[in-house]
């Protein structure tokens, strides 16, 4: 099946600062991914559609300043979480759909972000 | 928002025994997904079946779809520890769309 990649798997970082997470569909071209974001035993809450060489869609109620999404080539999509806050940590995971559009999508392993 | 509700929200079985959940949704849909999520890792795409299906069988599992109930199940039989995860249900709502919905989850703990 089609893999994604998705790095760091972890990271932590200080108040104020920028995270960059990335999304990498590593066999196959990928012309949308999908960052959702996932709190404790909770499902996942999409936040964005990122849309090869177009500005990403973004879910009602997620800011897009905040949440600065980029998907420059058809194999990379990139999440920056801009001015972190502890409130921004979560577990944030990629996702696209194959070639084949069958339907299904494929997972990065995903991303926790601890803000300090 | 949520599309899906799976029922239990928890599931704790003994090693071998079956184990079923359910979802229901909301609205039509072109298909419905199951995915199983390992604690801290990403998502697994296990199972699709279309709105003009009602049944279909993967290895041990089996999954239903009732669409004038709005409601599917998904039926793990013989479990093993290793089923241990948590379980989600994903709506796709018609054709070319590209956004699934996902249901809430239920959370499997097989005992061994």
């Known amino acids: 099946g089609a893999v994604v990649s998705q790095h760091p798997s972890w990271v932590i970082c200080k108040s104020g600062t920028s995270v960059k997470i990335e999304c990498r569909s590593l066999?196959?071209?990928?012309?949308?991914m999908f960052w959702y974001r996932q709190f404790p035993k909770q499902s996942l809450m999409l936040m964005a559609t990122?849309?090869?060489?177009?500005?990403?869609?973004?879910e009602q109620g997620v800011e897009k300043d905040k949440f600065l999404i980029n998907h420059a080539s058809l194999t990379l999509s990139t999440l920056t979480v801009t001015s972190a806050h502890p409130e921004d940590s979560s577990f944030y995971i990629c996702?696209?759909?194959?070639?084949?559009?069958?339907?299904?999508?494929?997972f990065g392993e995903g991303s926790r972000l601890t803000v300090l | 928002s949520q599309q899906g509700e799976e029922d239990p929200q928890a599931l704790s079985i003994q090693e071998g025994e079956n184990a079923t959940m359910n979802c229901s949704y909301k609205t039509s849909i072109n298909n419905l997904q199951w995915y199983r999520q390992n604690s801290g890792r990403g998502l697994v795409h296990l199972i699709l079946i279309r709105s003009n299906e009602r049944e279909k069988h993967s290895g041990r599992l089996r999954v239903t779809l009732d669409t004038s109930k709005k409601s599917s199940s998904l039926l793990i039989t013989a479990s093993r520890a290793a089923d241990t995860a948590s379980y989600f249900c994903a709506t796709d709502l018609y054709f070319g769309n590209e956004k699934l919905t996902f249901g809430t989850g239920t959370r499997l703990t097989i005992i061994p």
């Open positions: 990122s849309n090869e060489g177009s500005k990403a869609t973004y």
């Open positions: 066999d196959f071209q990928a012309t949308t």
């Open positions: 996702s696209a759909r194959g070639l084949a559009l069958t339907g299904e999508l494929f």
